[in-house]
């Protein structure tokens, strides 16, 4: 019986422990590998990683604590690869360029800076999103304080007729880049 994170409380849903378990050994693989050799996760894909639920599964708590911890550690060592490989301007270049993106985005017009979904389908709130908008854009270009937690844990109320959850998450996912490589 695996026991790599506390079980969900008794009858309550947790992740699939056997998926749980696989991806970790994938991440060994590919945080073992060499330079140059193929990997399959990365701090990105560990940012999109989910996991099926199941009754007495992993803790999701515990877990998603874990994957934050290794999305840090992949960050921070293919940063460390691409300086050796390519130097210091050139990751910062892209860097820089990722943000200039972002910051146009959140540029728009309140109520216009993501596609809307239909009105019978649910999105996120747009004022919500907007004020989100406003902080980073505090953050990018004032320096206000933002840490890497509040964009990951940020969540807004559902809405019909919303932003597009799909683009907004894409934004998001590019603000966790260039804050992680920044760090």
């Known amino acids: 019986m695996s026991t790599t994170f506390p ?13 749980v378990e696989d991806f970790l050994e994938e991440a060994r693989r590919a945080y073992a590998a060499k330079p140059g050799e193929p990997v399959v996760v990365t701090a990105e894909s560990i940012r999109h990683t989910a996991f099926s639920m199941q009754r007495g599964g992993y803790s999701t708590t515990h877990v998603d604590s874990a994957l934050e911890r290794l999305e840090d550690a992949f960050a921070l060592r293919e940063r460390e690869r691409v300086l050796h490989e390519k130097g210091e301007e050139a990751w910062y270049t892209e860097a820089r360029a990722t943000a200039q993106a972002v910051l146009d985005r ?36 004032r320096g206000r304080p933002m840490t890497i937690e509040q964009v990951r844990t940020v969540s807004f109320r559902p809405r019909k007729g919303g932003y597009s959850e799909t683009q907004v998450d894409y934004v998001l996912d590019a603000v966790i880049g260039v804050m992680l490589a920044v760090r």
Do not use: I, M, N, S
């Not at 216009?112 to 990018?140: Q, S």
């Open 106 to 141: 959140l540029a728009r017009p309140e109520g216009k800076r993501f596609d809307r979904v239909g009105v019978l389908t649910t999105g996120y709130h747009p004022k919500d999103v907007d004020a989100f908008a406003d902080r980073l854009t505090e953050y990018f270009q």
């Open 7 to 19: 079980r969900a409380r008794k009858g309550r849903p947790g992740y699939d422990v056997d998926q």
